[in-house]
Protein backbone atom coordinates (compact mmCIF):
# COMPACT_ATOMS: atom_id res chain seq x y z
CA UNK A 1 0.00 0.00 0.00
CA UNK A 2 1.36 3.02 -1.14
CA UNK A 3 0.00 5.42 1.80
CA UNK A 4 2.38 3.00 4.06
CA UNK A 5 5.11 4.70 2.94
CA UNK A 6 3.57 8.16 3.64
CA UNK A 7 2.80 6.96 6.67
CA UNK A 8 6.20 6.09 7.71
CA UNK A 9 7.54 9.25 5.88
CA UNK A 10 5.44 11.41 7.50
CA UNK A 11 6.31 10.16 11.57
CA UNK A 12 10.06 10.29 10.18
CA UNK A 13 9.88 14.10 9.82
CA UNK A 14 7.70 14.23 13.01
CA UNK A 15 10.52 12.39 14.67
CA UNK A 16 12.83 14.28 13.21
CA UNK A 17 11.39 17.86 14.67
CA UNK A 18 10.82 16.43 17.91
CA UNK A 19 14.78 15.33 17.95
CA UNK A 20 15.30 18.66 17.31
CA UNK A 21 12.79 20.47 19.73
CA UNK A 22 13.49 17.95 22.26
CA UNK A 23 9.99 16.65 22.67
CA UNK A 24 9.50 13.21 24.42
CA UNK A 25 5.54 13.00 23.63
CA UNK A 26 3.68 13.52 20.41
CA UNK A 27 0.10 14.06 21.19
CA UNK A 28 -1.58 16.09 18.22
CA UNK A 29 -0.20 15.53 14.12
CA UNK A 30 -1.71 17.88 11.67
CA UNK A 31 -1.54 16.76 8.28
CA UNK A 32 -2.50 18.65 5.02
CA UNK A 33 -3.97 15.98 2.23
CA UNK A 34 -4.74 17.78 -0.81
CA UNK A 35 -7.51 16.18 -3.09
CA UNK A 36 -5.39 15.10 -6.22
CA UNK A 37 -2.27 14.56 -3.77
CA UNK A 38 -2.61 11.06 -4.83
CA UNK A 39 -3.37 9.71 -1.41
CA UNK A 40 -6.69 8.10 -0.02
CA UNK A 41 -7.45 9.88 3.05
CA UNK A 42 -8.63 7.12 4.70
CA UNK A 43 -6.32 4.32 3.88
CA UNK A 44 -3.48 7.45 5.18
CA UNK A 45 -5.43 7.30 8.38
CA UNK A 46 -4.97 3.35 8.83
CA UNK A 47 -1.71 3.22 7.85
CA UNK A 48 -0.33 5.97 10.32
CA UNK A 49 -2.38 3.91 12.69
CA UNK A 50 -0.15 1.25 12.19
CA UNK A 51 3.22 3.01 11.71
CA UNK A 52 2.72 4.78 14.79
CA UNK A 53 2.73 2.06 17.13
CA UNK A 54 6.17 1.97 19.12
CA UNK A 55 7.44 5.44 17.90
CA UNK A 56 6.80 8.87 20.07
CA UNK A 57 3.52 9.29 18.40
CA UNK A 58 2.33 5.56 19.29
CA UNK A 59 -0.77 8.01 21.39
CA UNK A 60 -1.19 11.33 19.01
CA UNK A 61 -4.12 12.51 17.75
CA UNK A 62 -4.33 12.25 13.43
CA UNK A 63 -5.43 15.49 12.21
CA UNK A 64 -5.88 15.58 8.56
CA UNK A 65 -6.77 18.85 6.82
CA UNK A 66 -8.63 18.01 3.45
CA UNK A 67 -7.69 21.01 1.04
CA UNK A 68 -9.80 20.78 -2.06
CA UNK A 69 -8.09 21.07 -5.60
CA UNK A 70 -8.66 24.36 -7.49
CA UNK A 71 -7.40 25.41 -10.61
CA UNK A 72 -7.23 27.86 -12.65
CA UNK A 73 -7.93 27.87 -16.35
CA UNK A 74 -5.36 29.39 -18.45
CA UNK A 75 -7.92 30.48 -21.50
CA UNK A 76 -10.38 32.41 -19.33
CA UNK A 77 -8.69 32.76 -16.10
CA UNK A 78 -11.69 31.32 -14.46
CA UNK A 79 -10.63 29.61 -11.14
CA UNK A 80 -12.74 26.09 -10.43
CA UNK A 81 -12.72 23.25 -8.38
CA UNK A 82 -11.54 19.99 -9.49
CA UNK A 83 -12.34 16.57 -8.85
CA UNK A 84 -9.33 14.91 -10.69
CA UNK A 85 -6.68 15.69 -12.69
CA UNK A 86 -8.66 15.07 -16.09
CA UNK A 87 -11.36 17.93 -16.09
CA UNK A 88 -12.21 20.77 -18.02
CA UNK A 89 -13.44 24.66 -17.24
CA UNK A 90 -16.73 24.88 -16.53
CA UNK A 91 -17.01 27.99 -18.11
CA UNK A 92 -15.40 27.69 -21.05
CA UNK A 93 -14.69 23.47 -21.53
CA UNK A 94 -11.46 23.36 -22.27
CA UNK A 95 -8.57 21.56 -20.90
CA UNK A 96 -5.78 24.34 -20.37
CA UNK A 97 -5.17 24.76 -16.31
CA UNK A 98 -2.83 25.31 -13.71
CA UNK A 99 -3.15 23.88 -10.64
CA UNK A 100 -3.35 26.55 -7.24
CA UNK A 101 -3.52 23.30 -5.19
CA UNK A 102 -5.16 20.21 -4.10
CA UNK A 103 -1.22 18.65 -4.09
CA UNK A 104 -0.44 19.26 -0.37
CA UNK A 105 1.11 16.32 1.72
CA UNK A 106 2.52 17.85 4.51
CA UNK A 107 2.75 17.89 7.97
CA UNK A 108 1.37 21.16 9.15
CA UNK A 109 1.80 20.91 12.66
CA UNK A 110 3.06 18.98 15.60
CA UNK A 111 1.60 19.25 19.45
CA UNK A 112 3.45 17.64 22.39
CA UNK A 113 2.80 16.99 25.44
ZN1 LIG B 1 -11.92 28.48 -18.97
Redesign the pocket.
Given at each position: MHELSVAQNIIEIVEENARKLKLKIISEVEIDVGTISGVVPENLEFAMDVAMKDTILENAKIKMNIIKAKAK??????EFEIEEMYSL??????F??EIINGKELKVKSIKAE
Amino acid sequence: MHELSVAQNIIEIVEENARKLKLKIISEVEIDVGTISGVVPENLEFAMDVAMKDTILENAKIKMNIIKAKAKCLKCANEFEIEEMYSLCPKCNRFEFEIINGKELKVKSIKAE
